[in-house]
């Protein structure tokens, strides 16, 4: 356990830290997985519309730093692409 104030703290802001990032990451995963419902459901307007809201909200995770950008960039551009072979 922590002794020292600055550890104290340090502890406090590493569990404030802890909460916000797994919200978000908890955001995440549901944005993602309203588009993989719609794709799954062939339904190609409903997977863009979710796909327009998830976008933005994996890319604010990877400037928050929840996740690496590059990992951000891989699923949008994915997810992208799943959604326009559905008209295909």
């Known amino acids: 356990m ?5 550890a ?8 404030r830290r802890t909460a916000t990032n797994k919200a978000r990451r ?5 944005y993602l997985r309203k588009v993989e ?12 519309d979710a796909f327009k809201a998830a976008q933005p909200e994996i ?7 929840t996740m690496h950008a590059n990992t951000a960039s891989r699923k949008v ?12």
């Open 37 to 48: 419902e719609a794709i799954a459901s062939g339904d190609q307007a409903a997977a863009n």
């Open 2 to 6: 922590a002794n020292t104030p600055s």
């Open 77 to 88: 551009s994915r997810l992208n692409a799943r959604i326009k072979a559905l008209s295909a």
């Open 8 to 15: 104290k703290k340090a502890a406090r802001k590493i569990a």
């Open 59 to 65: 890319m604010r995770a990877a400037s928050k730093g």
């Open 26 to 30: 908890s955001r995440v995963r549901t």
